[in-house]
Every structure is written in C-alpha cells, then in structure tokens.
T-cell receptor, first 115, second 113 residues
Framework: ETGVTQTPRHLVMGMTNKKSLKCEQH?????MYWYKQSAKKPLELMFV???????ENNSVPSRFSPECPNSSHLFLHLHTLQPEDSALYLC??????????????FGPGTRLTVT | AQSVTQPDIHITVSEGASLELRCNYS??????LFWYVQSPGQGLQLLLK??????LVQGIKGFEAEFKRSQSSFNLRKPSVHWSDAAEYFC???????????FGAGTRLFVKA
C-alpha cells in the first residue's frame, strides 16, 4: 500500500451505533488530520495530530473521538451520531517542521451516512 | 487571522478554452500556497505549490499558478481545458507554525463539449 488509505470507503450507521474509521499513512509523515466535507460547505478541519499528540480540536462534538496510537495510524471513533453528521470524512497526512514540505496527502475518504 | 477566498463557487468553460481560477489570501508573512484538485468521491490531490522564488509555478496536468504579493493572489491557470479537468479546485495556505492548512471553499469546474 502506498500513500494514505482509509477504511471503510462507505459506512451506513444508525444513530445508536458505534463504529470506527481507520486511516493509515505509508509516507513517514509526522502529522495527521481528520476533515469533514459536507455538501455545499467548506472543508472542515476536525483534529490535528503532531507526532501522535493531538494539537488541535476544532470544537468537534464529543460523539467524535479520535485516536492516534502511532504516527502511521489514525482512528475516528463514532457514537450516537446525528443525521447532520452524514458527510465525507477525509484523512490526510503531511510532513511539518523545518524539514517539511507542508503539502497534505489525502486518503480517498469514508462516505458516512447516518440513518 | 489567515484566510483564503475563492470568489467563484463554480465556473463553466468549453473544452479547449483557457481557464483561470481565482484565489486571494490573507496572511501576514510570505505564505506557503497550494492548489489541490478533488474529483467526485475522491480525496484531494496536490496540483502545485509555492514557497518562494519564481512567482510562476508549474504543476501537474498542465496547470500553473502565479503568486502576486501586491494583490494577495495565487490564481490557477490552464491554457486549454480538457473534459477530464472537471472537478473541484481548492486553494490553500499553510498557517503560522505549520500543522494547519487553511482551505478555501472551493471552485467547482464544469467543462462543456
């Protein structure tokens, strides 16, 4: 596998379910991100991880819970979601800092539908 | 605060015609600027970037962009559009200290035959 992978690609879940999205980067980057992309809305940055430490949480509801066990893997745990949480969830990684290029590499996304 | 504005929500061009997508940014220092493209149902892909040096940068798929400090702009251009260029295009700037890329709202490009 190369680049950034995300699983699953599609997910349908009820409002009472618990599920997790997985992201893996094979690029050796030091930063990983979760974005939410809804129809007709700008890309929303949700979480930023720098060397496995969360450095940003953009006022995301607690029903979204990120986890970064190492610098290559990122999870987004979902529970008791609302229909308005239906969106494309994108994971990205980048190399930041003095040796970084700052360009973001995106996975293909998980299309989430909450019923 | 840093921000990126893409004034055109969508643009339609004929195949073979030239294209210019506009981007204006707000940033206190010399910015790192990017253009990304997103095809339907896919993640974003980097087209080109500007860090310093020559203000006209070349990217993939025949795209180029010009950095104009006096206008705080970084417009994307292509001399001849192909039907496969139909997608959404995002301008972005790296925020202070890195670790946060700020994206514009995107411009959706439609290509007509």
């Amino acid at each position: 596998e190369t680049g950034v992978t995300q699983t699953p690609r599609h997910l349908v879940m009820g409002m009472t379910n618990k599920k997790s999205l997985k992201c893996e980067q094979h690029l050796g980057h030091n930063a990983m991100y979760w974005y939410k992309q809804s129809a007709k809305k700008p890309l929303e940055l949700m979480f930023v991880y720098n060397f496995k430490e969360q450095t940003e949480n953009n006022s995301v509801p607690s029903r979204f819970s990120p986890e970064c066990p190492n610098s290559s893997h990122l999870f987004l745990h979902l529970h008791t979601l609302q229909p308005e949480d239906s969106a494309l969830y994108l994971c990205a990684s980048s190399q930041e800092g003095t040796s970084g290029s700052y360009e973001q590499y995106f996975g293909p996304g998980t299309r989430l539908t909450v019923t | 605060a840093q921000s990126v504005t893409q004034p055109d929500i969508h643009i339609t061009v004929s195949e073979g015609a030239s294209l210019e997508l506009r981007c204006n940014y707000s940033y206190g220092a010399t910015p790192y600027l990017f253009w990304y493209v997103q095809s339907p149902g896919q993640g974003l892909q980097l087209l080109l970037k500007y860090f310093s040096g020559d203000t006209l940068v070349q990217g993939i798929k025949g795209f180029e962009a010009e950095f104009k400090r006096s206008q705080s702009s970084f417009n994307l251009r292509k001399p001849s559009v192909h039907w496969s260029d139909a997608a959404e295009y995002f301008c972005a700037v790296v925020g202070t200290g890195g670790f946060k890329t700020i994206f514009g709202a995107g411009t959706r490009l439609f290509v007509k035959a």
